[in-house]
């Protein structure tokens, strides 16, 4: 479980970095899903982070695998290898 600390201080990194970084105050917020995923709220973004062991796995090139997924559509993601 993520605490709630926690998830209002992680962003998703491709919005809040170098030439991707989205314009705003605080961009690249994110929402816990069904307590394993974490979507990025950016309107254009899509990216979803799965939770792993506990673990958020924050890489760009993992939440790029998900991005066509819809919320509704995404598994539970599979334990940390």
């Not at 201080?9 to 605080?26: A, F, N, Q």
């Not at 816990?32 to 309107?43: D, I, K, N, Q, T």
């Amino acid at each position: 479980m993520i605490s709630p600390e926690l998830l209002e201080i992680l962003r998703c990194p491709h919005c809040v970095s170098g030439p991707t970084r989205k314009e705003g105050p605080d961009p690249g917020r994110l929402q816990l899903v069904r307590e394993a995923w974490l979507v990025c709220l950016e309107p254009d973004c899509g990216r979803k982070y799965p939770i792993r062991d506990g673990i958020p796995v924050m890489l760009i090139e993992e939440g790029d695998k998900w991005r066509d997924t819809p919320v509704d559509a995404l598994p539970v993601p599979p334990p940390a290898a």
